[in-house]
């Protein structure tokens, strides 16, 4: 910390002291069911005497706000109050705080003046967590990384400091929906393909996104075709008032953001970003690494009170190319060329339409695109082995929300998904560790368009005052395969106590094969629909109105889950399982300064390729987890934060002995999964310093990971000499790693 003051005062010695200059804050509050704009509602800036009043339109504009950090409470008659922590303005900038305030159940005498710092949606009673970009920008050990944040979540285990990936209650990463403004993103990850689990960072930069709600388990109808989690971000509109801009620097890249009003009554936000790993190492004379590119916008415009149009867009690019140095297939074989391209896109529309004071319509169009080359060998044969992927989704979806009285409300929505994929590879003969002849393999799938379709409806229904049930039914059919499936959810809350809540959830989740399970061979046409059955219940209970305190226990029941027989193609739905656990945690948002969280997580997750064989331990099972985080402010715009994480080591399959054939020593497995990798454990700390000046400010950090240089073990490379003797080779993680960052906000 010293050195990094040190280093500010030599950099800015005129602005050390300088906390000048102000900015604004507005935004809109509107009722959280229905959307209608709440004239008149109330937005303060708690600990001060400076608010606002929304005019017709629900909009509101608090100006010469300090430069500094705030809670900031909206309040309406009849509603209950709800409060923003860590809004931060920044001189010359405006701060957009959107609020949806629910109506409350008490009587005009009886309601109370606390406020809401954990809201979720009525029908979403369980295993949800919310989050704000200050929460994420602040976390320790996640250079501000969206995903890696995620995984200090109860009930979500790391896959290490190489991988952003999430590992949800025992699930697989690609059992995960995710959601960016009410679109579906299948790689939200640079570097991570479907089907793997690995990937470096995420593609969306946490300071475009307004909220980020992340569900664990037991979610609603509305969401489908996913068995673990919902990963569910919203992009916050484009400020009317002023043009912001940022432009930051970290070992992960650099890129800019731009937000503010477009002509009429419209808006924008738009980040750009580039990695600059590859130039480091050109400079530096080092084999190339990996390079990436990635744009996310949003354009919102008001044709009146009623309609709102939103123009939403992702894209990306992510590139590798190593020459002249070696890889190590799965087998023997070795190459020394690789040429690797991912690429996404994601363009759409929403358009809210408020029909009425009691209901409103959600329409989405959408075009989403998937792929990735590569090529692989040797100097003198490039294409050794190869793929050519892609998957085009073009999306029509409708929901419509309909308050049917004080303690009933509907939601009713419809999909419709056509699908337009190729999946193209190649392989020469190899030989495995074990000794296994994996013959010369040509994929060509290349199916006719095909489409994917679901309906649901979802109620919520207020018994009586403490008491709200919530029931839906989904229906989903894929064509391709000629399969449908209905899923039936039911979830209940019961706030016995005015601080305390018990919620029940039970739901059926399905998820229907991925082009590249299906594409190897035209058999896998005939693959159906993997099932899971959630059982959630908790309870919940606020020891004070930051601080939060939850203990769920889950069970899920799997069954049809996709597994591989044999060392075909084929795929058959023969496996089996269970995940069960119980997650212990305690939150408190940031207020007087003092944030932080604990929890505890205990989980099995089995698995059973065929009722005939052996139960296993799933790669992706983690018995114990813990995640600690505290953070702090400590004056003149310093702040520190540390993060423990302790994980179980995943189960990997051991080695058991050797077996000699022709002349050469190959590896035999022992049982599938016997043994595990040590544990996994480091502490992170973060420091950041924020300078303000007379009319931008500039936030630097140092976010240092595995401070007591943990070798945390992700794996092992197993192979055997010319006399047989076993070569085991651990792969690590990484050690102490010190990440530097610099935002200036303009």
């Known amino acids: 910390m010293l050195r990094l003051s040190i280093l500010l005062l030599l950099l800015f010695p005129s602005a050390i002291y300088s906390q000048t200059g102000t900015g604004s804050i507005s935004g809109e509050v509107r009722d959280v069911i229905t959307k209608q704009p709440l004239p008149g509602a109330n937005v303060i800036i708690m600990g001060t005497s400076m608010g606002a009043a929304c005019?017709?339109?629900?909009?509101?504009?608090?100006?010469?706000?300090?430069?500094?950090?705030?809670?900031?409470?909206?309040?309406?008659?009849?509603?209950?109050?709800?409060?923003?922590?860590?809004?931060?303005?920044?001189?010359?900038?405006?701060?957009?705080?959107?609020?949806?305030?629910?109506?409350?159940?008490?009587?005009?005498?009886?309601?109370?003046?606390?406020?809401?710092?954990?809201?979720?949606?009525?029908?979403?009673?369980?295993?949800?967590?919310s989050l704000t970009p200050e929460e994420i920008r602040r976390s320790p050990g996640s250079a501000e990384d969206i995903f890696r944040v995620m995984q200090s979540m109860p009930g979500v285990a790391t896959a290490g400091g190489k991988s952003a990936q999430l590992i949800v209650r025992g699930g697989s990463p690609d059992e995960n929906l995710t959601l960016l403004d009410n679109i579906e993103i299948y790689n939200p990850i640079h570097f991570a393909r479907t089907g793997e689990s690995m990937g470096i960072i995420s593609i969306v930069n946490p300071a475009l996104l307004e909220k980020v709600d992340f569900l664990s388990g037991g979610f609603p109808a509305k969401f489908g075709d996913k068995m673990s989690s919902v990963f569910d971000m919203k992009i916050q509109d484009g400020n009317k008032e002023v043009y912001n801009s940022d432009v930051n620097l970290n070992i992960g890249g650099f890129g800019a953001m731009i937000d503010g009003p477009l002509i009429g009554n419209s808006?924008?936000?738009?980040?750009?970003?580039?990695?600059?790993?590859?130039?480091?190492?050109?400079?530096?004379?080092?084999?190339?690494?990996?390079?990436?590119?990635?744009?996310?916008?949003?354009?919102?415009?008001?044709?009146?009170?009623?309609?709102?149009?939103?123009?939403?867009?992702?894209?990306?690019?992510?590139?590798?190319?190593?020459?002249?140095?070696?890889?190590?297939?799965?087998?023997?074989?070795?190459?020394?060329?690789?040429?690797?391209?991912?690429?996404?896109?994601?363009?759409?529309?929403?358009?809210?339409?408020?029909?009425?004071?009691?209901?409103?319509?959600?329409?989405?169009?959408?075009?989403?695109?998937?792929?990735?080359?590569?090529?692989?060998?040797?100097?003198?044969?490039?294409?050794?082995?190869?793929?050519?992927?892609?998957?085009?989704?073009?999306?029509?979806?409708?929901?419509?929300?309909?308050?049917?009285?004080?303690?009933?409300?509907?939601?009713?929505?419809?999909?419709?998904?056509?699908?337009?994929?190729?999946?193209?590879?190649?392989?020469?003969?190899?030989?495995?560790?074990?000794?296994?002849?994996?013959?010369?393999?040509?994929?060509?799938?290349?199916?006719?368009?095909?489409?994917?379709?679901?309906?649901?409806?979802?109620?919520?229904?207020?018994?009586?005052?403490?008491?709200?049930?919530?029931?839906?039914?989904?229906?989903?059919?894929?064509?391709?395969?000629?399969?449908?499936?209905?899923?039936?959810?039911?979830?209940?809350?019961w706030r016995f106590l005015e601080s305390t809540a018990l919620n029940f959830a039970w739901g059926k989740y399905i998820q229907s094969p991925a082009s590249y399970q299906i594409s190897p061979d035209p058999r896998n046409l005939n693959l159906k629909y993997s099932t899971a059955i959630h059982y959630v219940a908790g309870i919940e209970h606020r020891l004070a109105d930051d601080t939060r305190l939850t203990v769920e226990a889950y069970y899920k029941d799997l069954s049809n889950v996709i597994v591989a027989p044999d060392s075909s193609n084929l795929l058959l739905n023969s496996g089996n399982g269970y995940a069960q656990g119980i997650e212990f945690s305690l939150q408190k948002k940031f207020t007087g300064g003092i944030s932080g969280s604990a929890s505890y997580s205990y989980s099995?997750?089995?698995?059973?390729?065929?009722?005939?064989?052996?139960?296993?331990?799933?790669?992706?099972?983690?018995?114990?987890?813990?995640?600690?985080?505290?953070?702090?402010?400590?004056?003149?715009?310093?702040?520190?934060g540390a993060k423990f994480q302790y994980a179980s080591g995943n189960p990997y399959t051991p080695v058991s002995g050797v077996l000699q054939k022709n002349g050469k020593y190959y590896l035999v497995d022992g049982p599938k999964n016997s043994a595990r990798y040590p544990d996994y454990h480091k502490i992170d700390v973060r420091v950041d310093k924020q300078v303000n000046f007379s009319g931008w400010s500039l936030t630097a950090y140092l976010d240092l990971w595995?401070?007591?240089?943990?070798?945390?073990?992700?794996?092992?490379?197993?192979?055997?000499?010319?006399?047989?003797?076993?070569?085991?080779?651990?792969?690590?993680?990484?050690?102490?790693?010190?990440?530097?960052?610099?935002?200036?906000?303009?």
Not at 84 to 113: G, Q, W, Y
């Open 267 to 493: 808006s924008m936000i738009l980040s750009v970003r580039r990695g600059f790993l590859d130039i480091l190492t050109s400079i530096m004379d080092r084999p190339a690494a990996p390079r990436y590119y990635d744009a996310v916008g949003k354009i919102t415009y008001d044709i009146n009170v009623n309609n709102r149009l939103s123009f939403v867009g992702f894209y990306y690019i992510d590139q590798i190319d190593r020459i002249g140095t070696t890889k190590e297939s799965a087998g023997n074989s070795k190459y020394d060329y690789l040429v690797r391209d991912d690429f996404g896109s994601a363009f759409g529309v929403n358009w809210r339409l408020l029909l009425s004071d009691k209901a409103f319509l959600m329409t989405t169009l959408s075009h989403t695109g998937n792929g990735w080359t590569t090529n692989q060998g040797t100097q003198s044969d490039h294409t050794l082995r190869g793929e050519d992927i892609l998957e085009n989704e073009l999306t029509l979806k409708s929901e419509l929300t309909y308050q049917v009285s004080s303690i009933l409300d509907l939601k009713i929505g419809a999909l419709g998904k056509s699908i337009d994929s190729k999946n193209i590879s190649w392989t020469p003969e190899d030989t495995t560790r074990t000794g296994t002849i994996i013959p010369a393999t040509t994929i060509s799938f290349r199916p006719d368009a095909t489409t994917k379709t679901a309906v649901f409806l979802q109620s919520t229904y207020r018994i009586f005052d403490p008491l709200t049930l919530s029931a839906g039914l989904r229906y989903d059919h894929f064509a391709l395969i000629n399969q449908g499936s209905f899923s039936p959810r039911l979830s209940l809350s």
């Open 706 to 746: 595995n401070v007591y240089n943990r070798d945390n073990i992700t794996s092992y490379s197993f192979k055997a000499d010319d006399s047989g003797t076993i070569i085991k080779t651990p792969k690590l993680d990484f050690g102490i790693m010190p990440i530097v960052g610099v935002t200036a906000k303009f």
């Open 55 to 129: 005019n017709d339109n629900g909009y509101y504009v608090i100006k010469n706000v300090p430069a500094g950090k705030y809670s900031v409470k909206s309040s309406f008659l009849g509603y209950e109050s709800t409060t923003s922590t860590d809004v931060i303005v920044n001189p010359l900038r405006n701060k957009k705080v959107t609020f949806e305030l629910k109506t409350s159940s008490l009587s005009i005498e009886e309601i109370s003046v606390e406020s809401d710092y954990f809201a979720k949606p009525a029908d979403n009673v369980v295993s949800i967590r």
């Open 604 to 640: 099995v997750s089995k698995r059973q390729d065929n009722t005939s064989l052996p139960e296993y331990a799933f790669e992706f099972d983690r018995p114990h987890i813990i995640n600690l985080l505290a953070g702090m402010e400590i004056g003149d715009g310093w702040q520190i």
